[in-house]
T-cell receptor, first 115, second 113 residues
Framework: DSGVTQTPKHLITATGQRVTLRCSPRSGDLSVYWYQQSLDQGLQFLIQ???????AKGNILERFSAQQFPDLHSELNLSSLELGDSALYFCASSVGQQTVTDTQYFGPGTRLTVL | AQSVTQLGSHVSVSEGALVLLRCNYS??????LFWYVQYPNQGLQLLLK??????LVKGINGFEAEFKKSETSFHLTKPSAHMSDAAEYFC???????????FGKGTMLLVSP
């Protein structure tokens, strides 16, 4: 158990819909990262927040957005869903912002299926 | 931009045999390199990382990796495979301490009795 929690574990929805994925970081961690894992694209970094502020952006679509709240939990919002958005979405957290010194701890993921 | 290539989407070994998972990187600057493991239905877990100190890096569960600049490689090895090592392994690269991680496509390790 990494200490990172993600809800829900599974989500099935239809094209065009909007969903929200939730992540609670480990106690004391200030950074939250979101990743998308799919069969064709592999594991891709989406976005990072540190202490409530956006720190880095990766291959995140404009239809996707995220935020980190004062209690440090984070939400990833996916809208106008397409079949290709079906994937496993991981959240990770770390104490600080540095990739090298601050180990990222991954949650168990949310599996999104778009029908 | 940095990238990693993992050779072989699947590697099969017998229990007790040597494990060798290959990773080659491309980076315009001296990279930081990582190996992560993903067990079925779980998130990723850090195995080890290279941060420009020792070129031979030891990680958890008996794994180690050697950074070879001349070969742009960071292969993961374990002398003797165990059934519990069956999982997917990801190599990742970061260009700097504040850069994000770029992952390879992953290699599924299958261990047979």
């Amino acid at each position: 158990d990494s200490g990172v929690t993600q809800t829900p574990k599974h989500l099935i929805t239809a094209t065009g819909q909007r969903v929200t994925l939730r992540c609670s970081p480990r106690s004391g961690d200030l950074s939250v990262y979101w990743y998308q894992q799919s069969l064709d694209q592999g594991l891709q970094f989406l976005i990072q927040y540190y202490n409530g502020e956006e720190r880095a952006k990766g291959n995140i679509l404009e239809r996707f957005s995220a935020q980190q709240f004062p209690d440090l939990h984070s939400e990833l919002n996916l809208s106008s869903l397409e079949l290709g958005d079906s994937a496993l979405y991981f959240c990770a957290s770390s104490v600080g912002q540095q990739t090298v010194t601050d180990t990222q701890y991954f949650g168990p993921g949310t599996r999104l299926t778009v029908l | 931009a940095q990238s990693v290539t993992q050779l072989g989407s699947h590697v099969s070994v017998s229990e007790g045999a040597l494990v060798l998972l290959r990773c080659n990187y491309s980076s315009s600057v001296p990279p930081y390199l990582f190996w992560y493991v993903q067990y079925p239905n779980q998130g990723l877990q850090l195995l080890l990382k290279y941060t420009s100190a020792a070129t031979l890096v030891k990680g958890i569960n008996g794994f180690e990796a050697e950074f070879k600049k001349s070969e742009t490689s960071f292969h993961l090895t374990k002398p003797s495979a165990h059934m519990s090592d069956a999982a997917e392994y990801f190599c990742a690269v970061s260009a700097s301490g504040y850069s994000t991680l770029t992952f390879g496509k992953g290699t599924m390790l299958l261990v047979s009795p």
